[in-house]
């Protein structure tokens, strides 16, 4: 049975805690560069793409599409069978790691440049992780009860 | 080095000094480096060479947004700096580089983001790719794949094939560790370690060593082997976490040390005999051949599968049967070097007839990293 305790839990840094925080409030957080615009992750207090120095915190929309991943095979404490590894790209822009959940861990059902959307999962008192699963979950389950 | 050669036209400290609990160290390598950056009146994307002890230089250059063609991460305590000075010289008199950045930060009171356990659930891969169950290389190396066969398509059987030439190769050579001949279903009915990998897909896991002993070249016509000589290198890196590549479907690590090397060695693609691509994982060879200039881009999955880098193709590879048959103790590229200068010295088990030129092309870290050294055994 997966024990979710088995997964490493991040620790936040000054220049990441707003990402941290964001998610445990349910928001996917980016940085733009005050200056050239350029929408960055992950986090640091400086543009990567122009250097400078003045940046803001943006609220993503937690959309995104698979970009690519694996199917890991090798048992893991954390997880029940295979899992996927996923890359996902978001629509600001920036690609993230994470898990493809809520969906069938098959070639089938994870297609490339599919469209997902984050959900957040407490894992402790400071720490949401956020995940992705297939955006046509989220639509099927706004009518009522959806998830498993 | 030459005296008066080089010169340091930017320094600065942290703009804080002291207690600095709101900064990890990374940012503290991170802010010191723009503020001497500012202080040299340069831009980020002025700086190609990049030199560091406490944090790697890949996580340092990725971090600034730096695509250097030249890095030093010699640690060894608190005179590193000094080192990275004095090989910064050496490489900028020799072209490696032209405008180098040396960076130090370090946590030591507030202990932020700093090495150890602690450090590395606090560094960036440790917040933002460590959750999500990642198991080694198998589990990483393999991402950007699905992509690159999605934008090229490239199929499985392709991919196996990879496999079925290098085993081809490993059975001409006794010291290889497998050497019975494969097919491809063999290699897509193996075990699977992470989808779409198999077991035959992945590098082997076996103990060994190896060691270079390098002169001048003057002196090298005193020894008793036959001199093999380094006509051209390059070296970078791109990022320390996978899913930050910049693009999925191709290293800029390989591409910049490639450029450079074959730009120093003055040769063209059809200059050379003989290829090594430290194969960690069956993709390698694919990514290795286009970002090296030897295939157009989606080309290279064909070009294998004529039989190009095959026992007399017209550009063999991975001659000892490479990282996926021969051996693969975790950093190979030695043994990738080693085969290279069997083929220049003319004793390779599987030797290529009249080679003259040999490239040798590593990657470090998952797409990491990237260091390639032309051979030749005819001084240019
Ligand atoms: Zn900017």
């Known amino acids: ?148 | 080095m030459k005296p008066g050669s080089v010169a340091i036209v930017g320094a600065a400290e942290t703009t804080e000094l002291g207690k600095i609990p709101g900064m990890s160290q990374i940012q503290l390598h991170a802010d010191a480096a723009l503020n001497a950056i500012a202080d040299a009146g340069l831009k980020i994307t002025d700086i190609d060479g990049v030199a560091t002890a406490g944090e790697s230089p890949t996580a340092i250059a990725h971090y600034l947004g730096i695509t250097p063609k030249w890095v030093d991460g010699t640690a060894v305590g608190g005179c590193s700096f000094m080192l990275h000075v004095r090989h910064a010289a050496a490489a900028i008199n020799e072209g490696l580089c032209e405008t180098v950045l040396i960076t130090h930060g370090e946590s030591g009171r507030s202990g932020v983001g700093r090495g150890g356990f602690r450090g590395a659930a606090a560094s960036l891969q440790g917040q933002f790719e460590a959750p999500y169950g990642i198991m080694g290389p198998p589990s990483l190396f393999t991402i950007p794949f699905l992509r690159y066969m999605k934008e090229t398509g490239m199929t499985l059987e392709q991919l196996a094939m990879v496999s079925v030439v290098q085993r081809e190769w490993a059975a001409l050579n006794p010291r290889a560790s497998f050497r019975d001949p494969l097919t491809i279903d063999d290699v897509l009915n193996e075990r699977m370690i992470a989808w779409p990998f198999t077991k035959l897909q992945c590098c082997l896991v076996t103990d060994g060593g190896g060691a270079l002993i390098l002169t001048s070249a003057e002196r090298a016509q005193d020894f008793p082997q036959k001199p093999v000589y380094i006509i051209g290198t390059g070296e970078s890196v791109e990022t320390p976490m996978i899913s930050q590549m910049e693009d999925f479907t191709t290293s800029k690590a390989f591409r910049v040390s490639g450029a450079k090397a074959f730009a120093e060695a003055g040769i063209s693609h059809d200059d050379v005999d003989h290829l090594m691509i430290y194969d960690a994982f069956a993709h390698l060879p694919i990514y290795g051949l286009e970002d090296l200039g030897f295939c157009e881009r989606g080309e290279a999955a064909d070009f294998i599968w004529e039989r190009n880098t095959a026992i007399g193709g017209k550009l063999p590879v991975n001659t000892n049967g490479g990282g996926l048959s021969y051996m693969h103790s975790g950093m190979y590229g030695m043994y990738a070097l080693q085969e290279s200068v069997r083929q220049m010295r003319g004793t390779a088990p599987a030797q290529v007839e009249g080679a003259k030129i040999s490239v040798c092309h590593g990657v470090g870290g998952m797409f990491a990293a990237s260091g390639t050294v032309i051979m030749s055994n005819e001084q240019p």
């Open chain 1, 1 to 148: 049975m997966a024990d979710k305790s088995k997964i490493p839990l991040p620790q936040p840094t000054p220049e990441t805690q707003h990402f941290w925080d964001g998610a445990k409030a349910g928001e996917l957080r980016l940085q733009q560069c005050n200056d050239c615009s350029a929408v960055y992750f992950p986090p640091r207090p400086f543009c990567p793409t122009c250097g400078h120095r003045e940046v803001s915190v943006i609220r993503a929309s937690g959309k995104g599409k698979l970009y690519s991943y694996i199917i890991n095979h090798r048992p893991h404490p954390a997880f029940d069978g295979p899992y996927s590894i996923a890359v996902v790209e978001l629509d600001e822009g920036p690609r993230m790691m994470t898990n493809i959940v809520n969906t069938p861990q098959a070639p089938e059902s994870l297609t490339l440049d599919m469209p997902v959307v984050v959900t957040f999962e407490s894992m402790s008192d400071d720490i949401s992780l956020p995940y992705f699963e297939p955006a046509a979950n989220q639509s099927a389950s706004a009518n009522g009860e959806g998830k498993s």
